[in-house]
């Protein structure tokens, strides 16, 4: 990977990693919290959905649309996955602290790579 993509990654990723972490700062400020966990989620989601396929379009065209015939049984895993992660997330935020939401949340990349060390070798 050339040096212009690898720095225009990590700024990428940096940014979303800023752009997501306000999501515990809005669900904690919305009034009643705890009785809007399906409707919050679902606009998060389809805000997901239309930012990704927009993005596929636009460096696709309108061929973008053949990812979804290959996108196999990982990609249904990993879709299903997500959207639980998604629901998961905002239901922890309503019903317990955002502090231990976002522990739980900043150890994943270590349990992630703990069972890929053990699953992959």
């Known amino acids: 990977m050339s040096k212009n993509k690898t720095s225009s990654a990590m700024f990428f990723v940096l940014l979303a990693g800023l752009i997501w972490s306000f999501g515990p700062l809005v669900v904690r400020n919305m009034d009643n919290a705890e009785l809007v966990p399906w409707q919050y989620s679902l606009i998060r989601g389809s805000a997901i959905f239309i930012i990704l396929n927009l993005y596929l ?11 979804y015939n290959k996108i196999g049984l990982s990609g249904i895993i990993g879709g299903i996955s997500l959207g639980i992660a998604n629901l998961t997330f905002i239901l922890s935020l309503t019903s317990t602290s955002a502090a ?8 994943l990349p270590f349990f992630s790579g ?8």
């Open 114 to 121: 703990n069972y890929s060390l053990y699953f992959f070798k």
């Open 57 to 67: 379009f636009l460096t696709e065209g309108s061929k973008f649309t053949n990812n």
């Open 100 to 107: 231990v939401t976002l522990l739980m949340l900043g150890a």
